[in-house]
């Protein structure tokens, strides 16, 4: 990717998120196109990753796009990247990422799960608590379980 205009540079790397909120409430179609590469591209830092699919799933009209990326990219992210991902999609909250979400029911951190029945809980519909149902029934960490019965 190429250098990252600096006011991106400089939300990417805040510790709070002031700054990336500020850019999702401008809006403008090249933050997002920026914030859509950094997902894609398996060179990102992480961290800056996981701030661009925060930052996407709250950006209004971007949850499709979200949703795609992340679903592409899940298999290649890290552990808290796909923490981040299962959060960003219970932001989302579409059809599309409930879908996406089932699909890491069985992930092998615990961790990644217990964040995938918060988001689910989250969303509350009919396809979701379907969802949670399932990781009642199929689970086999406490952890995760009594994030379902919570």
Not at 26 to 53: C, G, N, W, Y
Not at 119 to 136: F, H, K
């Amino acid at each position: 990717m190429a250098e990252l205009p600096e006011e991106i540079r400089l939300a990417l790397e805040a510790d709070d998120r002031e700054r990336l909120d500020a850019i999702v409430e401008r809006a403008a179609a090249e933050d997002a196109d920026i914030l859509k590469e950094l997902i894609s591209d398996p060179a990102t830092q992480s961290v800056f990753r996981r701030r661009a699919m925060y930052a996407l799933s709250i950006w209004a009209g971007e949850g499709a796009a979200v949703v795609s990326l992340i679903e592409q990219g899940l298999p290649r992210f890290d552990e808290l990247e796909r923490i981040t991902a299962v959060s960003a999609l219970g932001s989302v909250g579409s059809e599309a990422a409930i879908r996406v979400m089932a699909a890491r029911r069985r992930d092998a951190a615990p961790d990644v799960r217990r964040h995938l029945a918060k988001a689910l809980g989250r969303i509350g519909t009919t396809a979701a608590v379907e969802q949670l149902r399932a990781i009642e029934r199929d689970e086999s960490v406490d952890m995760v379980r009594d994030v379902v019965t919570e």
